[in-house]
């Protein structure tokens, strides 16, 4: 394959940043084909951070707060939120989440993260799972940093339940899956039924 010149690993770099802020500088290498320390001098002189300063910015940006949950109950750093729409948490693999001979995530670490998000994304005081439809794709290992993405998608036809779908990647690699229904209390569902974004529902 024939090298990019400066110019357009630049603009890759940029382009590939903005379509995803959570890629580490080691998978920056493996996308452009180039040294660990060609992405730092590239980073350096495009003025883009480091991973771990792009994800504080993200945390810093307005979003919603969660009302379903205290913060030290969610499991991952929630670093974008739209509540009864989307959210985006990460979650990184440490020596306590990993059985110890194999060096692999315990699975209900991972659904954890997915399972607080999906009950984080939801716009209600009172927010429980109901069920849950889950896949693990492969093994989470330790180190690897886990990116929820949870959406809510169409209710069920109960009232008082929302469906919210979670798919959690390690780079680009989708490792989880989930389908979660989720209880809501019945007096939230009252005052948004003429509301906008009543069509959750």
């Known amino acids: ?31 452009l084909k180039v040294s660990i320390q060609t992405i730092r001098l590239d980073r350096l002189e ?10 504080k910015m993200m945390a810093e940006r307005s979003y919603d707060s969660v009302r379903s949950l205290p913060l030290d109950e969610i499991i ?6 739209q509540l009864d729409k989307s959210g985006i948490s990460l979650f990184e693999i440490r020596g306590e989440h990993v059985f110890s001979r194999s060096g692999i995530a315990r699975g209900h670490y991972v659904f954890a993260q ?18 849950a439809d889950i896949r693990f794709a492969r093994p989470v290992r330790l180190g690897e940093k886990c990116i929820a993405k949870a959406y809510v998608r169409s209710g069920s036809s109960q009232r008082g339940m929302s469906k919210v779908e979670v798919i959690t990647y390690v780079g680009e690699e989708k ?8 209880y809501r209390s ?16």
């Open 76 to 81: 991952g750093e929630i670093v974008d939120l």
């Open 46 to 55: 495009l003025s883009i951070p480091e991973l771990r300063e792009r994800l």
């Open 175 to 182: 490792v989880f899956h989930g389908n979660f229904v989720i």
């Open 186 to 201: 019945q007096t939230a569902l009252a005052g948004e039924s003429g509301a906008e974004g009543g069509d959750i529902l």
């Open 114 to 131: 997915a399972n607080s998000l999906a009950v984080a994304v939801i716009n209600d005081e009172v927010a429980l799972t109901a069920s």
């Open 1 to 31: 394959m024939e090298r990019l010149s400066k110019r357009e690993r630049h603009q890759q770099l940029t382009k590939l940043i903005e379509e995803n802020p959570f890629l580490t500088d080691r998978e920056l290498t493996r996308l």
